[in-house]
């Protein structure tokens, strides 16, 4: 959770990530155990017809299951293998859509990621869920990890490092200071 006591979450430029920048991701929990946060549907995420673009829906999906993936592995590069995303409700323009990456399986090599995303249930127009949220799609993405490190990689470490640390997550910012 956000340690500033912020439940909107915290905003971080991250190099590599720049769409999660720009369509205003708000970050709310970073662990090898979850990655979550939100951002609102706007003129940066939306399609023409004013819900949110099944693209965003894809690249946020991988993004976070890609640094989950590699906080999971102690910080050993990873890449996706396959991902598949099906989007249950349309997410009209200006609505607040929340994200939550989940590991299912954490091998040595392959790792399995769920993305589920939702919206409040009071946002929806007739809508049939129970419950407080609605899901409104999920993604499955499966990655390999210990590839070798590049040039960017030393730095896209330490950025998470210092996001781990504003959200309060200082054992996951020593994991990474570790591995620099």
Known sequence: MASSGDEEGISAAIDGFDVLTRIGFKWKVISESELSGSFVVSNNSAQPFGVLHGGITAYVAESLASIGAQLAANGARPAGVEMNVAHLQAVPYGHKVMVKAVPIRVGKRIQVWDVTFSMEKKQIPYSTGTGE??????????????????EKSIP???????????????????VLSSKL
């Open 133 to 150: 949220v609605e899901t409104t799609a999920v993604a499955r993405l499966t990655l390999i990890a210990g590839l070798p490190h590049t």
């Open 156 to 174: 896209f470490q330490d950025q998470m490092s210092t996001l781990a640390e504003r959200l309060g997550n200082n054992k996951l910012k020593k």
